[in-house]
């Protein structure tokens, strides 16, 4: 019942609702932004729009999940939605080298530069590596794996957002964190 | 083995890493940057109506309107319409000065 009050209020766009859902989310929101992008002004960037995205549809919203659910997949949305452009731009990039454009072309692989303050300076390197191997798997088990180990959220909550059964939810994470494995595995063999 | 043993340390504590990630905090002004921007978007959607005409457009417009303009004022400067209202009162008699009488 409060939370339909306050749905109502955000629909009627008042800066009070705004100002509350923000001192609410933010640090949730965020926490899943840089779960996904670990670059700490990037992540502000898409939570900033997943905010204005709120504002723009919340007229859309018919309460079929709870408000903190459809904030969370708009965020995931968000995210990935990032991350494939970014990941474009590179491909782009790397294609225009090859054509010979003097295109300055930035030979990470990497869709952004890893930039996370809450990763401890004895972790970064394999805290990048892993990040980077997450971003090779494919975008379900992305999404699964980020959520449940670096967001901290449960299977139910995942089950919720992504709109997928639990079994679906156990079998994806089971599936990543063998892809995780081998892409380990392969990487450290290859390192020296 | 060895090679094997240590590979398989390191895949473990790779995984490890991500459990020692520390929470972070926003920046102190995500809020005000936020707010701002949700409710200039707002006043930024009125002006959408015309957003459409880009100062491209307005420049190309006001330069048909003046061609326009200096076209016309050309075409009337050198229109013919008085000899040939002229012409037609004279070979047709109704011309004011070669109006002739039988009585003069």
Redesign the interface.
């Known amino acids: 019942m409060l939370e339909e009050k306050f749905i109502n209020e955000l629909g009627q766009g008042t800066r009070k609702a705004y100002s509350q859902l923000i001192d609410d989310y933010e640090q949730k929101v965020f926490a899943t932004c840089i779960s996904f992008v670990p670059n700490k002004e990037d992540a502000e960037d898409i939570a900033q729009e997943v905010f204005v995205e709120v504002f723009k549809s919340i007229k859309k919203f018919k309460a079929r999940s709870k408000l903190s659910t459809w904030i969370y997949r708009i965020t995931t949305n968000k995210c990935l939605e990032f991350i494939r452009k970014k990941n474009a731009k590179k491909r782009f990039a790397y294609m225009q080298s090859i054509f010979g454009n003097e295109i300055p072309f930035d030979k990470t692989n990497y869709f952004t530069e890893f930039n996370h303050p809450g990763v401890l300076l004895e972790n970064k390197e394999k805290s990048a590596t892993i990040f980077k191997a997450i971003n090779q798997l494919p975008e379900s088990q992305k999404v699964v794996f980020t959520l449940h180990k670096v967001d901290g959220k449960s299977y139910n909550e995942i089950s919720e957002i992504t709109e997928k059964s639990m079994s679906s939810i156990e079998s994806l994470m089971f599936r990543a964190k063998k892809n995780l494995q081998q892409q380990l595995e392969y990487y450290y063999k290859n390192e020296v | 083995m060895n090679t094997n043993n240590?590979?398989?340390e390191?895949?473990k504590?790779?995984?490890e890493?991500?459990d020692?990630?520390?929470?972070?905090?926003?920046?102190p002004f995500?809020?005000d940057?936020?707010?701002r921007?949700?409710?200039d978007?707002?006043v930024e959607e009125d002006k959408i109506v015309f957003s459409w005409f880009t100062p491209k457009l307005q420049l190309a417009s006001l330069v048909c309107v003046i061609a326009l303009n200096i076209f016309a004022f050309i075409q009337l400067k050198s229109t013919t319409y008085d000899s040939n209202v002229s012409n037609f009162a004279e070979n047709y008699s109704l011309s004011a000065n070669s109006e002739t009488s039988i009585l003069n």
């Not at chain 2, 020692?20 to 920046?27: A, E, L, N, P, Y």
């Open positions: 240590n590979i398989a390191e895949v504590s790779t995984f890493s991500i020692h990630i520390q929470d972070i905090k926003t920046s995500f809020k940057k936020t707010m921007k949700l409710f978007a707002e």
